[in-house]
C-alpha cells in the first residue's frame, strides 16, 4: 500500500491544515521512492467503499440544498423574462413600466400589468405590521430574557414558540370572522377587509417569531458585564436598557428583520382580508392587494406561458428579490454583531 | 452634578414604571395569543365531532365531514418528510463532519440560510413551473409532497448541522483514535448522539409543512374531492386550503363557520401537537445533555 503514492484529498479529520505532518511523509514519499515508510504510521489508509460512499452521497445531499436556490432562481427569472420580450400576440413591456406602472388589469383585452400598486401593498403592510410587531415583541423578549424568573420563563418560552407554528389560514379566518366585522361595526367602515387588519393579524403572527430569536440574542449577552453593571449600582432596568439591550442589539434587529420577512412573505393572511384592491391606498382603511395574493389568487385561473402567467412570475422575481434582501441584512447584521462579541 | 435627575426615588420610580411597561406588553401579547387560540377551541369544539372527522363534505360542501382533507394533509405532511428528511441530514452531515471550509460549503450554507426566508408562496410557483408543469405532474399529491419537501429543506438542514455541532468533537477524535474511519464514526457515535436534536427540527419542519397553504394550493390542491386519493398523482384536499375555499369562495360563508373552525381546530390540533413533541424533546435535551 505504501508504494503506490497516495493522492486522496482526504485529510485528517480535525486539523484542517495543509501544513499537516501527514501530506508532507506522503509527499516525501512521493520524490524518494526508496524510501517506504513503516506501514504502522501510515496515517491515510485506502478508503472503504462505504466510506467513500457515504462521503458521495452527503455531497450530493448538499449540492442539492444548495442547487435548489439556483433552480428557483433560473425558473422564476426564465418565466418573468419572456414578459420584458416581443412576441406575436403583443409588444414587450419595459421594466419600468412593469415596475412602476399603476394599472393591474391582467385579464382585460388590453391587459396592462403596472406592479407598484401590489409592490406598495406589500410595503405597506408589512411596514404596518412591523410597527406593531416590534414594540410587543421586543417587549415580551425583554420581559423572559431579562425579567420572568426562570420557572415563568421555562413555561412561556415554549408556548410562544408554538405560538409561531399556528398555521397562517388560521389567523386569516380570525381576521375574517373577529376582525373584520368588529371593525365594520366599531369605525363604521364599508367593509372590514382592509390595510388596518390584515397588519393587525401579520403583527399577531410576527410577535412570536420576533419575541422568541430577541429572547435568543438576549440570553446570549454574557452574564459577566451585567453583573459588572449590577456591581456598579445599577437597578434592574438601567442594566436591561444601558447595558444588556446594547449589547445584543445586533441580534434583535436580526430579529426584527426575519419578523419583517415573515410579514412580507406571508400569504393566506393578505389574500383572505387585506380587501385585494389593486390600488396604492390613501388611508390605512384602505383595501389592498400584495404581491403574495395576487400570486395566490391569480396563479390557479391562468394559462400556462400566457402573459399573465409570466407578469405572474416577474412579480414572484420582486417579491423573491425583496426577501432576498431582507435575508441578507439578518444575515450580515447577526454576523458584524458576532464578530463583535 | 449630573446625577441631579438620578436621585434614589427618581431612578426607583423609573425602574418600577419601565419593569411595569415590559410586564404590560408581555402580558398584553400573551393575552392576546392565548385568547384566539381559545375562540378556535370554543368555535371549533360545536363542529367537531366522530363524524365529522371520518365523513366526506356534502351538499358542496355545506355539511359533512373532513376525511379527504384529513388524509390529504397527513399525505402531503408525511411525503414532503420522506422527501427533506434524508437529504437535509445528508446535507447537514455533509456540511458538519465532511466538508473542509471553503467557497463550497460557505456558498452551501449561504444558500441554505437564505432559502428559509424564500416566502412559501414562491416555493409554490417553483412547484408550479418545475413539478407540475415541466416535469408534467400535473396537481397531484406527488408535486405537493416534492415542493413541501423543497419548502422544508432548509429548516431540516439547518436544525440538523446545529444538533450535529453541538455533538463534541472529542466523541469524533475518540472515535477515530480508535482506529474508526469516518463513516464508522459518524454512524456510530455522532448520529446517535444528534439524532434526537435533528429530529426536533424535523418534526418543526413536519408542523410547518401540515399548516402551509399557499405552495399546495398551486401544485397540488383540489376545492373539492369526492373519494380518497388512491395514487400519487391524484389531487387530494387538504385542511389548510380546506378552510380557506369554505370561509371565501362558498355561496354561504357564514352558514359554514362553524365547519371554518371545526376544520381550522384539527388543523391546530395536528400542527400544535407536532411542535409540543418537539419542544418537549429539546427541552428534555437540554436539561439531560452530559456534555
Redesign the interface.
Known sequence: MATEPTVNPD?P??P?DPKHPSSATSQESKKAPSYEPPKVFHLR?R??P??KG??F??????????G?????MI??FQ?AAGLFFDRADSPGLSVFSFLFGLDWYPTYQDHAFGALALIIGSLSVTAISTLLAA???L??A???AC??GRRTR?L?K??????A??????????G???VAPFLQNVLGLSTGLNLLNASLILA?MA??TV?SLGEDALTAVPHDIQDASYALGA????T??RVTTPAALGGLSTAVI?GL?RA?????VV??IAGGAAQIPNSIFDAVRPL?ST??AE??ETA?GSRHYQA??AL?VV??LM??A???L??YLSKRWRRRR | MFLSGYTKAARQRREKVALLIIRSLAGFVLIVLFSIMAYILFNGLGAVNWTFLTSFPQNSMSSGGILPAIVGTLGLAVGSMAISLPLGFGAAIYLSDYAKPGPLVNAIRLGVANLAGVPSVVFGLFGLSLFVTVFGFGRSLLSGCLTLGLLTLPTVTAAAEEALRQTPLSFREAALALGANRWQAVRQVVLPAALPGMLTGAILALGRAAGETAPIMLTAVTAYSPILPDSIFNEVMALATHVYFLATNGNNILQTRPQQFGTSLVLLVLVLSLSLVAVVIRARLRRGRKW
Open positions: 485529510k479529520f480535525i484542517d489508509p478508503l472503504s462505504a466510506e457515504s462521503r452521497f452527503f455531497l450530493i445531499c448538499a449540492i442539492l440544498a444548495m435548489q436556490m439556483l433552480l428557483i425558473f422564476l418565466e414594540p410587543f415583541g417587549g415580551l425583554i420581559y423572559l425579567v420572568a421555562e412561556v415554549p408556548a410562544v414558540e408554538l405560538l407554528a399556528v398555521p397562517s389560514v388560521v389567523l386569516g379566518l380570525i375574517m370572522a373577529v399577531i410577535t412570536p419575541a437597578t434592574k432596568w438601567e436591561i436598557w426575519l420577512g412580507l412573505g406571508e400569504t393566506m389574500l383572505m403574495t400570486l395566490a396563479m390557479g400556462v405572474l412570475f414572484g417579491l423573491f426577501t432576498l431582507f435575508n441578507l439578518a444575515l
